[in-house]
């Protein structure tokens, strides 16, 4: 199994977007082989429960090829996306699909979401598709994610999850540590970037967890919705209205 470099945040930033930078040209094709297209349905989902208000902007973090950006335009071409990535040929993705397949144009911009170069209050939702376990400052990004986002607004993380039903994680576990790393070699290019992918999950909190860590941040009304047994979860965070004077 291959673990992203773990002294330094910076290096193991470094690893992530040197790593998708490789799987770039590949990667939606591979998703939809490692997920049996139902990765498409889930993000479906998630902007469901979303709920963006009509014309409202919405930020999509770690936005990859726009996969996310590109499922909320097609819901509501009135909204307004901007998505943000700090991996520049998965944007370049992004902005050749955006050419040819969005009917409103969404604003594809290069950032680092632990630092978020967007003013308080700007956004009247956000998302993030298959990224949180990547980024290395987790609650960080949470509190940048509370401070872009208006008051009311919510905040909607679609990832892979930990089943909690002991046989099913055993199963999903033979799939996602064993046959992704395999699958992802040959239909993604890179053996070593599909097994560090699972790898990440290793670490990162499960769903209850990470919902205490939604809270933990300031969100309020934290909540979860677990798809496939628990092997995906949609995290939900409101940001709180501001307190009458
Ligand atoms: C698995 S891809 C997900 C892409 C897309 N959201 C989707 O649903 O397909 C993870 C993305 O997170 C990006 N990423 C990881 N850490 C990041 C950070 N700190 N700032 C910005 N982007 C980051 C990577 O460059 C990569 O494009």
Known sequence: MHSAPSTRAGDRATYVREM???????????????????????????????APPKGGRILDLCCGTGDVVFHLLRTDPTLRVTGIDFCVPMLEAARARAAKEARATP?????????????????????????????????GVLREVLRVLKPGARFVNLDVGKPQNRLWRRLFGLYFYGVVPLLGGLVGGSRQAYAYLPSSLTHHPDAPHLRDRF???????????????????????????????
């Open 107 to 139: 604003e594809f911009l290069e950032g680092d979401v632990t630092s978020l170069p967007f003013d308080d209050d700007a956004f009247d939702g956000a998302t993030m598709g298959f990224s949180l376990r990547n980024v290395v400052d987790l609650d």
């Open 215 to 245: 809270e933990r941040a300031g969100f309020v009304e934290p909540r979860y919705v677990p798809l496939m047994g628990g092997a995906i979860s949609i995290h939900i965070g409101t940001k709180p209205k501001a307190r009458a004077a």
């Open 20 to 50: 998708f930078a490789r799987i770039a040209p590949r990667y939606d094709a591979t998703n939809r082989v490692l997920t049996a297209g139902m990765d498409e349905a889930w993000r479906r989902r998630a902007i469901a429960l979303l």
